[in-house]
């Protein structure tokens, strides 16, 4: 499966580390790219094994919010 999630706050590659890190740390995500620009957060993910809830509270727990 295939996601893109929406990121506010992420300003530079800092940023960026910390939100592909605490995706590629959840059990189930496969492939994680972000766009720094545009706050675009393309993952990769075995649904069998990890929610989209689950990526946005990872996302969140960084301290970005991730909107619809």
């Known amino acids: 499966m295939q996601t893109t ?9 800092h ?3 910390s939100v592909k890190g605490a995706l590629e740390s959840l059990e189930g995500v496969q492939t994680v790219e972000v766009d720094l620009d545009s706050g675009k957060v393309d993952v ?5 094994a990890v929610t989209i ?4 509270e990872a996302v969140e ?8």
């Open 53 to 56: 809830a689950a990526m946005r």
């Open 61 to 68: 727990d960084q301290g970005y919010d991730v909107v619809a």
């Open 15 to 17: 940023c960026e580390s």
């Open 44 to 48: 990769t993910y075995d649904d069998a």
């Open 5 to 13: 999630l929406n990121v506010q706050g992420m300003t530079c590659g």
